[in-house]
């Protein structure tokens, strides 16, 4: 079975804070992909890496940075913290460019 | 633009009470469509892929189908444990990228009642 980790459930921060979410899978993935999940909205597309080193801005990626260092593991990055940046987070991978698996969720709240 | 629309939003059920979710979207040629479940508090959990208008894809009380403007999700008989959010998505043949952006819709929040 695919496993998509990401190292927290719930995270408390506060405004201006640097903020990192790591997510792990262990599928050798090419592909990996990080969501926001709000009420209303959707799932929205942040950013995405398929390669090591390679990203590519997703539908909303004022805020956010990303870093791939190594094949099996996609960060997040917040550099400053903001309230409108509280929401659900979820990584995801695959290994072609169809079915997406997902992992648990960051719960993120920005104070 | 590609969308997706799911209708309802809500849906109650009584246990055993079959019903169906939809899903219509229009894509500039789609490469896949893609339905997950959603439990509070959770990642989405994959469940089908369906490629092409006809397809149809069963696991257990679920029943995924495809058209070339909709897909419906049946539930038969359900058990309070499918209480869940039912996502759909959308995936675009997308010239000279790979990665293969899935579009996804608001959701259908599904409770069974026992």
């Known amino acids: 079975d695919v496993k998509v980790t990401q190292s927290s459930r719930y995270l408390v921060k506060r405004t201006g804070e640097k903020v990192f979410l790591e997510c792990v899978q262990d599928?050798?993935?090419?592909?990996m992909f990080w969501y926001r999940q709000d009420p209303g909205l959707g799932l929205r597309l942040i950013y995405f890496?398929?390669?090591?080193?390679?990203?590519e801005k997703g539908d909303i990626p004022e805020g956010y940075s990303v870093s791939r260092e190594k094949k099996e593991r996609f960060s997040l990055i917040l550099e400053s913290a903001s309230t409108n940046q509280t929401s659900m987070y979820l990584c995801?991978?695959?290994?072609?460019?169809?079915?997406?698996?997902f992992g648990p969720g960051t719960r993120l709240t920005v104070l | 633009e590609d969308q997706v629309t799911q209708s309802p939003e809500a849906l109650r059920l009584q246990e055993g009470e079959s019903s169906s979710l939809n899903c219509s979207y229009t894509?500039?040629?789609?490469?896949?469509l893609f339905w997950y479940r959603q439990d509070p508090g959770k990642g989405p959990e994959f469940l089908f892929t369906?490629?092409?208008a006809g397809e149809e894809k069963e696991k257990e009380r679920l029943k995924a189908t495809l058209t070339k403007k909709e897909s419906f999700l049946h539930i038969t008989a359900p058990k309070p444990e499918d209480s869940a959010t039912y996502l759909c998505?959308?995936?675009?043949?997308?010239?000279?990228?790979?990665?293969?952006?899935?579009?996804f819709g608001q959701g259908t929040i599904l409770t069974v009642h026992p």
């Open positions: 890496s398929y390669d090591v080193k390679m990203k």
């Open positions: 369906l490629y092409s």
């Open positions: 599928m050798d993935h090419e592909n």
């Open positions: 995801a991978s695959s290994l072609s460019p169809l079915t997406q698996y």
């Open positions: 998505a959308v995936q675009a043949r997308a010239g000279g990228t790979s990665y293969g952006k899935l579009t």
């Open positions: 894509v500039s040629g789609l490469r896949g």
